[in-house]
DNA sequence: CTGAAAGCGCTTACAG
DNA sequence: CTGAAAGCGCTTACAG
């Protein structure tokens, strides 16, 4: 097919040298090999004249590295997905490594593929944010002594770095300050999903509810059909507790579509709702009233998930003690919820 | 280093075929080699019970190819390229495609780093969201015979697919809609970008200044520092133009960043000034009042991008006669130009 | 200082 | 119907 790219062989035809010594050069072993700084550089020169690139595949079959990470995000239309493969993308790039997206859109299946292609594809490195019924596949990827950084959410099951706020004072301090507002009413809007960062937001709900005795008003839309159940479920919550003074949010996107619904049915707020939601984003900044909202540390998370991959993959092996790190997260206090 | 994985070999030496044998049926070509009814089960039974999965790399390495698209956007983090590449993942994986995808912000060095990068890493075909300067790089690729398809934008220079809107139209549509309105003195909010996107869509704005006598009010913000200047430029060009009762936003960011400052500086939509903007996305339509815009058809356009690519693919060379397609965009007119 | 040769895991003419 | 063998473009012991 498309034969037409130079290769080594060329090279070292043209030149009059072996294939070694070209890949030696090539692969900055020069002096290592101590080989002689002309021929270096007469090699070097034609490499340029001639715009020779290595091919990464060849490569990548002996060495079985492709310089490539494998990112498995939840839904790259999420801003908050968006923004952070933004940020890893750019540190990753920063150090020789390119990144592989792919979204599972909470699919297991998909997920399961995904990380089968990445495999295929002989990705160095994974970052997954995990669905559930992953725990057998990522432990296997563990046993074949892979690179693997869990994000967002882990699996309980199993033993892998993980990088995440503390999702459970986050949502406490939260619904403290709606607390401290003087609410009496605080419910919890979130979805049926046993990912670990949603239970241990429903938790720091809960430890907030019995500090402060307060009653507890759940609203658990179907982690699977939202989109569909939101609006009549959202909808008669509102209207089955009438005496809800504040609502907080587990999720941006549980929030903005609820957001537009309490708009709909002229609920102001926050007169007579206050709201907290999670994860900023613009449009919670720019809606009016502006939203309050927990911000997570999206650089520092970035940055050390790609710290902590690329250490495991200069040591070539995954260490046996994991790093389970959760970060503080920010609460932007805005109109809503004062 | 990793040589765990099972190999065609293995298959091979444990069932006493040979590679060909056990290559041709993995490949679904056992009817086609008339290789026995027998055979082609025992070796299937046999790879799903060993879990054997082939290595990509090197099939890529023989066959040239790796079922692989490279896709280049101008930034991942914002909202128009983050749902248009979700949509083009799905389209894709639907195809047997995976897609790398990968920003350039802009910068042409960047977006020279990533071609060649997707071009050692063996993909199949580019979708290219084009950064000024690339022309001498895609002519490039075309001559080596390799698939592309421009989109959003093209470089008038360049013989290659492109898959877009007709920005133009689009513009003088949006304007004329104002005008339609009684506004007076409709100002244009640009990128002193030289994008053809960019350019036609002034050059619509200007077509309907042409046909109703009205004043031209022009803004274009620095490409290149676009966040530092915004607001300075923006905050004296309403000052300097106290006419002004529309404004047309020529992007989603130029059109939600003045959102923001209008607010600050009191100004009410649309009693003083009517909004209308680029791309909608949900910050516009949950913005208080919800913002016109311009609505490009997403899901078309990855449509047609993906089929026109896997048709390249498929035919295995360029064809000759690129295809240079402008979809309609539609107006949602909201009350921000009421 | 440099080269000949094996091998990574596949595919595919060619031969029977 | 099936196999032996060459080759894709690299890297890397091994030898000198």
Redesign the interface.
């Known amino acids: 097919?498309?034969?037409?790219r130079i290769s080594i062989k060329d090279i070292s035809k043209a030149l009059g040298l072996s294939n070694t010594t070209i890949s030696f050069i090539l692969n900055g072993k020069a002096e290592e090999m101590r080989i002689s700084a002309q021929v270096a550089e007469k090699v070097l020169a034609y490499v340029k004249e001639v715009g020779y690139?290595?091919?990464?595949?060849?490569r990548?079959?002996v060495?079985?590295k492709?310089n490539?990470i494998g990112f498995i995000v939840e839904?790259?239309?999420n801003?908050f997905f968006?923004?952070i493969?933004?940020l890893i993308?750019e540190q990753a790039y920063n150090s020789g490594y390119?990144?592989?997206?792919?979204?599972t859109n909470g699919k297991q299946e998909k997920a399961l593929e995904l990380i089968?292609?990445f495999?295929?594809?002989?990705v160095d490195g994974y970052i997954i944010c995990p669905t559930d019924g992953l725990a057998e596949e990522i432990k296997q990827l563990r046993e074949?002594?892979?690179s693997i950084v869990l994000f967002d959410r882990y699996l309980p099951s199993v033993v892998a770095h993980y990088i995440g706020i503390d999702n459970e004072r986050a949502m406490y301090e939260a619904c403290k300050h709606l607390a401290d507002g003087g609410k009496k009413n605080i419910a919890m809007v979130t979805t049926d999903s046993e990912q670990t960062q949603m239970i241990s937001r429903l938790a720091g709900y809960q430890r907030l509810l019995k500090e402060t005795g307060l009653q507890s008003h759940v609203l658990q839309v179907p982690y699977d059909d939202i989109k569909q159940r939101l609006q009549p479920d959202f909808e008669s919550f509102i209207k089955n507790n009438p005496t809800i003074d504040a609502i907080c949010f587990a999720t941006n996107y549980l929030a903005?579509g609820s957001?537009?619904i309490m708009r709909n049915l002229h609920i102001s707020i926050p007169d007579q709702i206050s709201v907290v939601a999670f994860d900023d984003n613009?449009?919670l900044r720019?809606?009016?009233p502006g939203i309050t909202a927990v911000e997570q540390p999206l650089e520092e998370m970035a940055k050390l998930i790609i710290d902590r991959l690329l250490l495991d993959l200069k040591l070539?092996k995954v260490t046996e003690k994991t790093v389970h790190k959760e970060l503080p997260a920010r609460l932007i206090i805005r109109a809503s919820s004062l």
Request: charged share 25%; glycine share 10%; no cysteine.
């Open positions: 097919m498309k034969r037409n690139t290595p091919n990464y595949l060849a990548g079959l060495t079985g492709t490539t839904s790259i239309g801003p968006s923004q493969a933004s993308e390119k990144i592989i997206y792919s979204s089968r292609m495999r295929d594809r002989g074949e002594n892979r903005i957001l537009e613009e449009v720019l809606f009016q070539g």
